[in-house]
């Protein structure tokens, strides 16, 4: 068999695994949200412990826990036995992960969770093992087989452990009612943090990349003007300066089709009036929106007088970094 054709049999069997954890999806998991939801709102948290590959699933579940604001500890089963136990408090959450349930480290826990006032949720493939038992709630994860050829390294199991995390992270982190913007609380730096925190007025272009032109000038002027700014649509603005419309290279080429006299016409005649706008002030992830939804090349940025101040291009968008 080549290395690509097995690569294909581990993606085949780690699809089945967590089609049939799916399906093994119940009542329970609803529980399991509320009982998070309400520690969390109770400012509780959620400890997640679980021990070597298990663990290493358990970390990536209380990290994404954490970023979508749902406070989450790791709680590693050998050092709370040596006063990592510290950490816990009652009204908290324990998410326990171990697939075969009868995982010792985390089984001589049990006996010290149970002197605190907390829920132990399981995620197990065995609701009568021990773990199983003493738990107030299971989560099943059992999956069909490993994509290890010996059935034997975790694979398939943790890859269906991380779905049902994921699950749980995203289940509760729409039950909380946590938005969009809420996301530059706990992203400041990266991609999501510039998306999040950076203004229109900081990505815009300005200056001579802004085109912008009385409506009084004609046409063949102001695509001098949008040649110079290196710009597809120029800013229309009245006597004031401030912004009655916008004229882009699509209007022209729409309009030459039907009156090669164009260029020679005023832009007040031949703008698209009341173009669509943003202020300077308003976030970068607000003009993304006005990109996905209007379905525009261009957007106008204006300050608290209406004035075209800037310009943002989609074109721009990757080199920052913000699709």
């Known amino acids: 068999m080549s290395f690509l054709a097995r690569a294909m049999e581990v993606f085949d069997v780690e699809l089945r695994a967590i089609e049939a954890v799916r399906s093994q999806l119940d009542g329970s998991f609803d529980t399991a949200v509320d009982w998070m939801t309400g520690a969390l709102r109770n400012r509780s948290k959620i400890l997640v412990a679980g021990v070597g590959k298990s663990g290493n699933i358990g970390q990536k579940i209380a990290a994404t826990l954490s970023s979508t604001g ?53 995620m197990t493939a065995a609701a009568k093992s021990t773990l199983g038992r003493h738990s107030d709630l299971v ?80 046409v063949r002027d102001a695509l001098l003007v949008m040649t110079q700014a290196r710009s597809g649509c120029v800013s ?12 882009t290279d699509g209007d022209l080429r729409r309009g030459m089709a039907n009156d090669l006299g164009i260029l020679n016409k005023r832009l007040g005649e031949v703008m698209t009036r009341d173009p669509v706008r943003i202020r300077e002030d308003a976030l970068a992830v607000e003009a993304l929106k006005v990109f996905e939804g209007r379905k525009i090349d261009d957007l106008v940025v204006v300050n608290a007088r209406q004035e075209p101040v800037g310009l943002v291009d989609t074109q721009d968008l990757p080199r920052l970094k913000l699709m």
């Not at 009868?102 to 149970?114: M, V, Y």
């Not at 229109?200 to 912008?212: D, F, K, W």
């Not at 229309?236 to 004229?247: D, I, K, P, Q």
């Open 236 to 247: 229309v603005v009245n006597a004031r300066g401030r912004l009655m419309g916008v004229f």
């Open 70 to 122: 749902s406070t989450a500890v790791v709680l590693n089963p050998v050092d709370a036995l040596h006063g990592d136990l510290g950490v816990v408090n009652d009204g908290d959450v324990v998410l326990a992960l171990s697939y075969s349930g009868e995982t010792d480290e985390l089984l001589r826990l049990l006996p010290a969770l149970k002197r605190f006032s907390v829920r132990l949720i399981a």
């Open 139 to 218: 989560l099943p994860c059992k999956v069909p087989k490993e994509a290890c050829p010996f059935n034997l390294a975790p694979t398939s199991s943790t890859t269906a452990m991380l779905v049902l995390g994921d699950a749980l992270a995203m289940s509760i982190l729409e039950a909380r009612g946590f938005k969009r913007h809420d996301f530059a609380k706990y992203h400041p730096s990266g991609a999501i943090g510039r998306a999040l925190l950076q203004r229109v007025g900081e990505i815009m272009r300005t200056g001579s990349r802004n085109a912008v032109a009385s409506q009084s000038m004609i």
